[in-house]
C-alpha cells in the first residue's frame, strides 16, 4: 500500500515562529499536494508539485512556501506562524487517477 | 460557481440499511474523474471509488458503488449494509482531466454521515 507520512499529527507554534510540515511518499509519485483544512470551507489547496523543484500556487498560497528537494519529500514552510493559520494541514500524492492522503497535522498557532 | 455540490450537510441513516449520499458537479471538460473520498474523526482521507467520465459501467468497490447520471450530472455515492464504522465525512471530488491544470482535485463540502446502531 502507498503510504504518506506527515510528520506531526498535532503541534502548537507561537506566533511569528517559522513552522515546516513535513510530507512524506514511497511510492515514487510525481505529484504532491498541500491541502488546508477549516470547518465549513471545506479543503482548500495551497500549493502543489508535480516534479523535484517544481511547485505551483494553489488556491491560497498567501503566507505559505514550499520545497521539493527530493521526489519523496514535500515540505511546507509557514514563514511566519499567525493565528489565521490554525488549521488542519493534509499532504497527498498520486498517480493520475487518484490521490492518497497522509494522517494529517494539527496546527495550532497561540 | 461551485462545481462540486453536496447538498446534504447531515445524514442519519440505521445500521445494515443502505444510504445514497448526493454529488453534482459541473464541468465544460469532457474529459473527467469524479472521487469519493471518506474522513474519519481521526482526521485521515481515504479513497473509496473512482469513475471515469467514459467508463460505461458504475464503478463499485465492495459495499460502495456509485451512481453515475451523466445527463444529469450527478456521481451519487452509495453505501450498502451501512456499519457503524460507516460514520465519517465523506467528500466527492473532481479532476478535470483535459484542462491546462488537470493535476488539481476539486472538493465538494462534505456530507457527515451517522450511523445508528
Known amino acids: 500500500d502507498v503510504k504518506v507520512t506527515q510528520s506531526s499529527r498535532y503541534l502548537v507554534k507561537r506566533t511569528g515562529e517559522k513552522v515546516f510540515l513535513e510530507c512524506v511518499q514511497d511510492m515514487d509519485h510525481e505529484n504532491m499536494f498541500w491541502y488546508r483544512q477549516d470547518p465549513g470551507l471545506g479543503l482548500r489547496l495551497i500549493y502543489f508539485s508535480y516534479d523535484v523543484k517544481m511547485k505551483e500556487k494553489g488556491d491560497i498560497p498567501e503566507g505559505y512556501s514550499v520545497s521539493r528537494e527530493k521526489k519523496e519529500r514535500f515540505s511546507l514552510i509557514l514563514e511566519s506562524a499567525s493565528t489565521n493559520q490554525t488549521s488542519m494541514y493534509l499532504c497527498a500524492s498520486g498517480p493520475r487517477a487518484g490521490y492518497t492522503f497522509g494522517s494529517g497535522t494539527r496546527l495550532t498557532v497561540v | ?117
Do not use: H
Not at chain 2, 446534504?8 to 443502505?18: D, R, S
Not at chain 2, 458537479?25 to 471518506?38: I, Q, R, V
Not at chain 2, 460514520?87 to 491544470?101: D, I, T, W
Open chain 2, 1 to 117: 460557481a461551485q462545481k462540486i455540490t453536496q447538498t446534504q450537510p447531515g445524514m442519519f441513516v440505521q445500521e445494515k440499511e443502505a444510504v445514497t449520499l448526493d454529488c453534482t458537479y459541473d464541468t465544460s471538460d469532457p474529459s473527467y474523474g469524479l472521487f469519493w473520498y471518506k474522513q474519519p474523526s481521526s482526521g485521515e482521507m481515504i479513497f473509496l471509488i473512482y469513475q471515469g467520465s467514459y467508463d460505461q459501467q458504475n464503478a463499485t468497490e465492495g459495499r460502495y458503488s456509485l451512481n453515475f447520471q451523466k445527463a444529469r450530472k450527478s456521481a451519487n455515492l452509495v453505501i450498502s449494509a451501512s456499519q457503524l464504522g460507516d460514520s465519517a465525512m465523506y467528500f466527492c471530488a473532481m479532476r478535470e482531466l483535459q484542462a491546462g491544470n488537470n493535476r488539481k482535485l476539486i472538493w465538494g463540502l462534505g456530507t457527515s454521515l451517522a450511523v445508528n446502531p
